[in-house]
């Protein structure tokens, strides 16, 4: 079962506030891999947001570990399995209509960009006076999002794999170390 969340107008301006803050550190960046949006950062604000509640309301132990500095990072959160073993999240988020995929970057996942866990999240921006409905749809481990996805062309190769075949949230979420 997808986990639903609405992000306030609170932590929509949180959104917009980080979004312009990177925006402003990597305007001048070249835009390898097509996948960058004006709403990138925002995008990805919202997702990691939306994942803190769902694990914060599981009970789940963790920490965040986001970047705030416009450096890309390959994870967002780090949990504990219940044998007290580190355990790495990225959350992959869109906003996109279309958005029907968790995408990462093959030469991204060469250079070791990789974590345990991957997330897919989408959302709705309703509005800096509603907030955001984000949607995270379930999970896959690196192992398998690296053997299963199929590799498409976007400007750059890029692993593509569907959000509705990602595996239950609760099926993670039962195998995290617990406050």
């Known amino acids: 079962m997808a986990f639903r969340i609405r992000l306030s107008p609170a932590e929509w301006q949180v959104c917009e506030d980080y979004s312009n803050k990177i925006k402003k550190k990597v305007e001048h960046n070249p835009n390898y891999t097509g996948l960058m949006e004006s709403n990138r950062f925002f995008v990805g604000r919202a997702g990691e947001l939306a994942l803190g509640h769902c694990l914060r309301d599981s009970g789940v132990l963790f920490e965040e570990t986001v970047r705030h500095d416009g450096i890309p990072d390959d994870q967002d ?39 345990d866990y991957y997330f897919g999240a989408s959302g709705t921006d309703l509005g800096p006076d509603t907030g955001i409905e984000m949607c995270i749809h379930g999970y ?40």
């Open 140 to 179: 896959i481990a690196k192992h398998e999002f690296h053997d299963r996805a199929l590799v498409k062309q976007v400007k750059v190769q890029t692993l593509c794999y569907p959000l509705a075949r990602l595996y239950p949230l609760e099926s993670l979420l039962s195998m995290l170390k617990k406050s």
């Open 77 to 115: 959160f780090i949990v504990m399995n219940q044998h007290g073993q580190p355990r790495t999240i990225n959350v992959k988020n869109t906003l996109h209509p279309r958005g029907a995929n968790l995408m990462q970057p093959v030469s991204q996942m060469e250079k070791g960009y990789r974590c």
